[in-house]
């Protein structure tokens, strides 16, 4: 606040330094100075006001270098909008400069230094996002009670050699220790569901009393809610009766319900610090390394690290079911490239795609003797598995002799021809 006392040769106190040739003045005309008032209009007490008018002076601070200007230009860089990597918050953005640069300094310093640097902090404001007014109530769990499930889903992701994928992490975290296990996949099936869940049970060597879900398709048929309880859906009923636990859903539309691992959600967003930096086959260890460094790291809100307390939990958790049930819900999956002749290959056969996915990398699921084919969580095809070299569908066939061929009126017949011929040379 300024305060504007003009006098002879209109003099003004702008600031708390000027308060002392303000006295010398006030003096020269032989005025008494309101102390009280001037404290009142500059906002300030009226002792400080009587140091300044004794003449104190400030200490000039004496402006240090920081380390962190070293990674200006590069931060910078960074947080421009020509770059494809996102940083939705701060810590994310001090973890990949960690973790690349070699930057060496406490998450409270670098966050000092952003807020300081205004064209820096800018970038982290303008995609601010509002708290929710009602507060959440606090609760703990006994030891291998509860775990809770999440899916951080359809994550639009640009691989290193331009794919543009949709990604999605599961992350199973158990209530009472903290520790979480989180896997990637392409879809979310209920078969992959059950698959992530049984390794995550089998890692923790045993399975929590209760699960903690919200109301996903692969869960519920129908969504919880104030009023109703909802019902299970009777796939992942059995799944839980073989395995066990309790199934408790969340009311629809209170996320809450499951607040530990919707923390755990905004940490996940470290993975668009890579856009356009990781082949596909390289982001599941990323995610098993973010995962390590959370699980062997002090936990924030327990001041404990997970890893030491999940051997605590251990002793509480139910024993797994035997190995036959588990691997009754256990689906093997590949990341596979469609070759330029329309086909992926599984144990030394090829498999017909549509002649779109040419080039791309697929999901492959395999259970019940099924390839399920996938591309960004979508069903492109299903094949039986079989001891054939060459297993064609044949739309999938005639779009690839279309390409190769060009426009043939008896393109058809052609095609059906050589699917005989190969079928002759190379059926079981």
């Known amino acids: 606040m300024k305060l504007s006392l003009n006098i002879k040769k209109n003099f003004k106190v702008e600031s708390l330094e000027d308060l002392a040739d303000f006295k010398i003045v006030m003096e020269s005309l032989n005025m008494k100075i309101n102390k009280s008032e001037v404290a009142r209009q500059m906002g300030v007490d009226r002792r400080t006001v009587e140091k300044y008018l004794k003449g104190y002076k400030p200490s000039q601070k004496r402006n240090k270098h920081s380390q962190i200007d070293n990674y200006y230009n590069e931060i910078k860089k960074l947080l ?3 770059c494809e990597q996102k940083f939705y918050y701060k810590r994310i953005l001090w973890q990949y400069l960690k973790d690349n640069y070699g930057l060496n300094c406490a998450y409270s310093t670098f966050r000092a230094y952003i807020i300081k ?51 999605n992490i599961g992350v199973l975290l158990l209530s009472y220790s903290r520790f979480k296990i989180m896997q990637v996949t392409m879809s979310k099936s209920s078969e992959v569901l059950h698959n992530l869940l049984v390794n ?35 796939r992942f009923k059995q799944f839980a009766d073989d395995f066990s636990f309790k199934v408790r859903p969340c009311i629809a539309g209170r996320p809450r319900t499951k607040g530990k691992v919707e923390s755990i959600m905004k940490i996940l967003d470290e993975i668009h610090a890579y856009q356009g930096e990781l082949y596909l086959d390289e982001v599941p260890t990323f995610i098993s390394n973010l995962n390590d460094r959370l699980n062997y790291s002090v936990h924030v809100g327990t001041g404990k690290i997970p890893i030491i307390e999940l051997e605590k939990e251990k002793s509480s958790l139910q024993p797994l079911p035997n190995a036959h049930v588990r691997n009754s819900y256990k689906v093997k999956h590949k990341y596979l490239k469609v070759n330029r002749s329309n086909m992926i290959t599984y144990q030394s056969n090829q498999y017909s795609v549509p002649a779109e996915y040419c080039g791309k990398t697929v999901e492959v699921q395999i259970y019940d003797q099924i390839l399920h084919v996938y591309y960004n969580t979508k069903l492109i095809v299903e094949h039986p598995i079989t001891r054939r070299k060459l297993n064609y569908q044949k739309q999938h066939y005639l779009e690839t002799l279309a390409i190769s061929c060009g426009d043939h009126d008896d393109i058809d017949q052609i095609a059906l021809d050589n699917l005989k011929t190969i079928g002759e040379l190379y059926d079981e």
């Open 80 to 82: 421009s909008d020509k």
């Open 117 to 167: 640097h205004e064209e820096l902090d800018h970038y982290f404001k303008k995609g601010k996002h509002k708290l929710s007014p009602s507060g959440t109530t606090r609760y703990e769990t006994k030891a291998g009670h509860q775990a809770q499930f999440d899916w951080k889903e359809d994550i639009r992701f640009k691989t290193k050699d331009n794919q543009e994928l949709s990604l």
């Open 200 to 234: 995550a049970f089998e890692a923790i060597d045993g399975v929590p009393h209760e699960l903690i879900t919200d109301n996903m398709k692969t869960v519920m048929t129908q969504p919880r809610t104030e009023f109703s309880s909802g019902q299970i859906n009777r």
